[in-house]
């Protein structure tokens, strides 16, 4: 679409889709791509918000043209400075040189520190404010570390819009319509839980005080830089919502097993522990082959369910890799409220159930049942004790209906 798109008769969206990348900051999977959300407000004065991946320059600045209509561009707010959203920065000043880059103390040093720009910048202080002319008034909400510490939200009091920066993103290209209203919003939901839990899931505290700046605020459209403009009340309540709940790191009733297998042995436990979990009643059991799995989504789903249950063999005295990259990640996002198992195998020299042991001990998680340690294969003594975890895991569960 080399035309913006008129969201009101005075903003317009001038973002792009991506469906060329595979890995979103390299590391996670685009199966469906990803839009970047720029939008363009005009009064007396006009208004950028965030820019493009600079891959995709060439149709931004094709369609920020055609919305302005001869007009200047004399402001562009930065709420968040990745460079899929500020990538096109530089080239924007160089065919606007008299716009003003607006950000916080934060953006401003990475303005200088990306692009070499240091003039021409307006910082900005949180709950300031600035007019546009007869209609719009911005007011900029600091919302540092959501996920970078300059990020930002910034508020215009006429259409009662949140230009949220990255949050409230999904992954997933805009195909067709723009907005939920144009779209089966459905299709988006566990796209924003794997974009949060990959992306943001670190920071569930500074999105909590984000939440609650929002809560004193009218809002009639959520603009996020990444996937459909939120404009329903029913949605807009919705995915404020979702934040609520990952950010709290509140689970639902279910269980995911993560397991490494070199020869299937393990990958026994695992099934066993995941049949006996069903036979006491638990639906929701996710089973994720961790070399088989992108972690994008054994993290989504860990961030979804209260239970987890880790299997790993031991390989070369250690856990074997793609179980201990997992656990990396999930010490990373300082995970809370989950009850976890874990079990493990070896065949002359056990090492895998005491690296479990200190990632139970170090991530605070509520160890449930007795961890499973097996020797070679599966005998009816270890198939006993996969059943007791499993049943072990269903009773905490059923404890919190």
């Known amino acids: 679409m080399l035309k913006p798109i008129p969201i009101e008769d005075d903003l317009y969206y001038i973002g792009v889709n991506d469906r060329t990348k595979n890995l979103f900051e390299n590391l996670w999977p685009l199966p469906k791509g990803v839009s970047y959300n720029s939008y363009l407000l005009v009064d007396e004065k006009t208004a950028l918000f965030d820019t493009v991946d600079v891959c995709y320059s060439d149709i931004f600045f094709h369609k920020l043209e055609i919305a302005l209509n001869g007009k200047s561009l004399d402001y562009v707010i930065i709420n968040h400075m990745e460079p899929d959203h500020s990538g096109s920065l530089g080239l924007l000043r160089n065919r606007f040189p008299n716009v003003q880059i607006v950000g916080n103390k934060r953006t401003a040093e990475m303005v200088q520190g990306f692009y070499g720009i240091s003039d021409g910048v307006k910082v900005i202080e949180d709950g300031e404010e600035l007019s546009l002319g007869n209609k719009h008034k911005l007011i900029f909400n600091l919302t540092p570390m959501v996920h970078w510490p300059e990020t930002m939200m910034t508020y215009d009091t006429y259409h009662k819009i949140i230009f949220s920066g990255d949050a409230f993103g999904t992954f997933g290209t805009l195909d067709g319509g723009i907005t939920d209203a144009q779209l089966h919003p459905e299709r988006y939901y566990d796209e924003m839980v794997r974009y949060y839990s990959n992306v943001v899931g670190k920071f569930g505290s500074p999105v909590q005080k984000a939440l609650e700046k929002l809560n004193t605020l009218e809002i009639k459209y959520i603009c996020s830089t990444h996937g459909p403009i939120w404009t329903l009340d029913e949605q807009i309540k919705k995915v404020i919502s979702i934040y609520d709940k990952l950010s709290r790191y509140e689970g639902d ?119 499973v340690e097996m020797k070679q294969a599966m005998n009816l003594n270890t198939y006993e004790d996969c059943v007791s975890l499993g049943k072990a895991m269903a009773d905490r569960l059923k404890q919190d209906r």
């Open 253 to 371: 009733e279910g269980v995911v097993i993560a397991y490494g297998s070199m020869y299937g042995n393990t990958e026994q436990m695992a099934e066993t522990v995941a049949y006996e979990l069903a036979q006491q009643g638990i639906k929701e059991v996710i089973l994720h082959n961790v070399s088989k799995r992108s972690h994008s989504y054994i993290i989504r789903d860990i961030f979804k369910y209260k239970g987890l249950i880790i299997g790993s063999p031991t390989y070369n005295n250690k856990l074997f890799p793609e179980v201990e990259y997992l656990i990396s990640k999930i010490e990373g996002r300082d995970m809370k409220h989950r009850y976890f198992g874990y079990f493990g195998s070896f065949t002359w020299a056990g090492a895998a159930v005491k690296r479990l042991a200190q990632f139970a001990s170090d991530s605070k998680f509520e160890v449930i049942g007795s961890p």
